[in-house]
C-alpha cells in the first residue's frame, strides 16, 4: 500500500518498436479505462470522454506502438497479448500517481461492493486468500459459490461482475480472460497406494477395480477425462462415494476411502506431507484452463478493476 508521502514512480513507457519517445500518459489512462471496463463506451464514461474520443487516442497508442491493443468484439473488446503485458506494467504507477494527485477514484466505505462468484473449492482454497489485502485496504466484496453454466447465464443477467468459470464461455457476449491452467492428480491414501500401484504398471486402470472410487458427481466427469487422457481409454468404474465438493472428496480419500481424480492445488500439501499419494504421474497430466470472464460493456468502476487486476496478477503465483 502506498504512503502519502512515498515517491511516485512514473509509470513506464509504451512498447514503441521502431518509435522513440514515451506514449502520452493521457493515452496510457485511456488504455487502462478500456483494459478494465471491457469497451470504449464504458471506459469513456468512466473518464468523462466522448466514445469517439477514446477510439481516437486508443487507435493513436496502437499506431505509436505498431501493435493491435485490442480486438473488437460486437460487444466490447478483448485485450491482446500485448494489452495483457502493457496493463500489467503500467496499472500500478498510474493508480498510485492518480491517488497522489487526487485525479483517480479511490475505494471507499460507501462504495458498491463487487459480485465475484465461482467454484467454491476455487474461491476458499486461492481467490479469497488472494483478495484479502484489498478486502483490508477498503474494497467490498459479495461472493458466490457455484457451477459455471449457471453463473454464466447470472452474469449475462447482471447479477455478478466477475466469474471464474471452469470453461471458456460460448459465444462473444462475455469477455473472457485465461486465469490460470489446474492439473488433475489420481490420489489415494498410502494404505491403498501400496496395494496397487505396483499393479498399476502391469495391469493398467484395471488395477483399481477393486478400489472404491471417491468422486464429485455422479456421472464422473473429472475421473472419465482422466481416464480418456492418461489410459486412453473409457472408465468402467461407479462411484462408491459422491460428495459435491473436492475438498470433501480429498477429505474422504486421505482417510482411507478410496481413490479420486482432483486438482493437484487442493491436495498439495497432503501430498508433500505423505497424507495422499499419487498413484501415477504421467509426463502428460490431465489439465483444466480456469476463465475470469466479465460482460463487455458493463458498467466498470475502479474497485471492479481492482479485483479484476489483483485476480490476474495473483493468478500467475498458483
Known amino acids: 500500500m502506498n504512503h502519502p508521502d512515498a515517491e511516485t514512480p512514473a509509470p513506464p513507457p509504451v512498447p514503441q518498436p521502431g518509435a522513440p519517445g514515451p506514449a502520452d500518459l493521457n493515452l496510457l489512462r485511456t488504455f487502462l479505462a478500456v483494459h478494465r471496463a471491457g469497451s470504449f463506451t464504458a471506459a469513456a464514461q468512466v473518464l468523462g470522454l466522448s466514445q469517439p474520443t477514446v477510439t481516437t487516442q486508443i487507435r493513436a497508442l496502437e ?21 495483457e503485458e502493457l ?16 485525479t483517480g477514484v479511490r475505494p471507499e466505505a460507501g462504495a458498491e461492493p463487487v459480485h465475484l462468484a465461482g467454484p467454491a473449492e476455487l474461491l476458499g482454497t486461492l481467490v479469497l486468500p488472494a483478495l484479502a489485502p484489498l478486502v483490508a485496504e477498503g474494497v467490498r466484496l459479495r461472493v458466490t459459490a457455484g457451477l459455471t453454466d449457471p453463473l454464466l447465464e447470472e452474469l449475462r ?8 468459470a471452469t470453461s471458456r464461455p460460448r459465444g462473444r457476449t462475455l469477455s473472457a480472460v485465461p486465469l490460470g ?26 488395477a483399481l477395480h477393486e478400489v472404491p472410487l ?46 479420486a481424480v482432483v486438482p493437484r492445488y487442493l491436495c498439495a500439501d497432503r501430498l ?12 502428460d497430466p490431465p489439465i483444466n484452463t480456469g476463465y475470469l470472464v466479465q460482460r463487455p460493456g458493463a458498467p466498470a468502476s475502479p474497485q471492479l478493476a481492482r479485483v479484476r487486476d489483483h485476480l490476474l496478477a495473483a493468478a500467475r503465483t498458483w
Do not use: M, N, S
Open 63 to 83: 499506431r505509436q506502438g505498431g501493435r493491435e491493443l485490442f480486438e473488437r468484439l460486437p460487444r466490447g473488446v478483448a485485450p491482446t497479448p500485448v494489452a
Open 87 to 102: 496493463a500489467a506494467r503500467i496499472a500500478g504507477p498510474l493508480d498510485a500517481l492518480a491517488a497522489a494527485t487526487g
Open 157 to 164: 443477467a447482471g447479477r455478478y461482475d466477475l466469474v471464474i
Open 181 to 206: 491452467d489446474e492439473e488433475f492428480v489420481l490420489v489415494a491414501a498410502p494404505v491403498w497406494a501400496e496395494r496397487v500401484r505396483g499393479r498399476l504398471a502391469a495391469e493398467g486402470p484395471a
Open 214 to 259: 471417491v468422486a464429485y458427481a455422479e456421472d464422473l466427469p473429472i475421473v472419465r477425462r482422466y481416464w480418456r487422457h492418461v489410459y486412453g481409454r473409457r472408465l468402467t468404474c461407479r462411484a462408491a462415494l459422491t460428495v459435491p465438493d473436492l475438498r470433501g472428496v480429498v477429505a474422504a480419500v486421505a482417510a482411507g476411502a478410496g481413490f
Open 272 to 283: 508433500a506431507d505423505g497424507g495422499l499419494v499419487l498413484l501415477e504421474d504421467p509426463e
